[in-house]
């Protein structure tokens, strides 16, 4: 697939695109009330980031401010969302199906941000052969196969952790390409397969913390 | 409340917070396999993080390695789960039960780390007077009175971007203590309320922006 000088295929630092969707949704914020141009100091004041920052976060994108005037909030919008990949569909696979699993399936705000969950996989037979949300529920011995017609790029690991390294193996063994990983296990994999970690219980260990410690 | 000379009250640096359950996760891994001790180096080795940043990480803690022999398992575990006050119960309110916040409800993972959620709350009749696994769901405008009984400390704020800021405010005059915020949008606080952000979707950016420099 020929894609040009696509500005998204920059490897950004991850603070940097970290902050971009926060940026994303604020903007959008702005153009449902209709507002046309915003500066970078009036982000800054609305969100709590640094003026230069933003500036700087934003430079990477194919958008200049003008002087005086600011963003052009549609187009800064829309450089956002093409550079952010959340319009492009991601054929996904869930892997594990139990509270955590169902749970994801069930959010259609990821479907929003361009993650399609097209399969789920299990062991548990009770959950083989249903589905959820109208995702089917296959065993994790079918993925192989049901990756030929589903075609998926990346796989939600959602498994206990004692079957995380496994589950990874399988599904790179099966062509998946990005590993979005919940459990709080530290997978292995090759350099070439992308791995993002979301342990949202380590967030909670954060969290806990900074309560006591304000205490 | 009188917590003595409680080690949790110290606050540690977020990346150490946020390794310490992936520690937790590997050691009771070992625990169900029977293993009695383990080295540094072994857990180095396992799951891919510097061996001198685990003994570092882990001297925040109320216990010592032996020498040529490693940490305790058992101990290490019971450690690591008071440190990280996964076994203390907080109670909770989900603010916001639309898919991601419903979703959220459903994942019985939450409350094995010490998050129980106890209500939720929401604008849309259709919704309200409903429960979600046993939670029951209320107007937004009945916080402050169900909160005189539930005694929530924390809230996490799963509402439309537009909402995030009011939702918070009427959580914080409700006398919530800590905010987990999953919208994109940057909520504003008083400087004695925590604020945990996990925009789950900026993970997806992330990962995103990685498959296609990889490509």
Redo the contacts between chains.
């Keep these: 697939m020929l894609e040009g000088k ?1 500005i ?5 630092p ?1 603070p940097t ?2 902050r ?3 940026y ?3 903007i ?2 702005l153009n ?1 009330k209709n507002i046309e141009y915003v500066s970078s100091t009036q982000i800054s004041k ?4 640094d003026a230069s920052q933003i500036a700087k976060d934003l430079s990477f994108l194919n958008i200049k401010g003008k002087t005086r005037i600011g963003y052009e909030v549609k187009s800064l919008a829309k450089e956002l969302e093409d550079f ?3 319009k ?1 569909v ?1 054929n996904t696979f869930m892997m594990g199906v139990g ?2 699993g ?3 399936i ?5 479907s929003q ?3 399609r969950i097209v399969a789920g996989f299990d062991v548990n037979p009770l959950r083989i052969g249903t589905s959820i949300c109208g995702v089917p529920i296959f065993h994790v011995s079918e993925l192989k196969m049901r990756q030929q017609e589903l075609n998926a ?2 796989g939600v690991l959602a498994v206990p ?2 079957n995380a390294q496994e589950a990874t193996d399988v599904m790179i063994n099966g062509g998946i ?2 590993i ?1 990983n919940f ?4 997978i ?1 994999a090759p350099e ?1 397969i ?1 791995i ?1 970690n ?18």
């Design positions: 696509n998204s295929n920059i490897a950004l991850e695109l970290r971009l969707p926060w994303l949704a604020y959008n914020l449902a609305d969100i709590n980031v952010l990949g959340f492009r991601h509270s955590l169902a749970a994801l069930q959010d259609s705000g990821l941000y361009g993650l790029e990346i952790v004692e390409k990005a979005w459990t709080p296990f530290r292995k070439n992308v993002q979301t342990s949202i219980y380590a967030h909670l260990a954060v969290m806990y913390n900074r309560m006591n410690t304000l205490k």
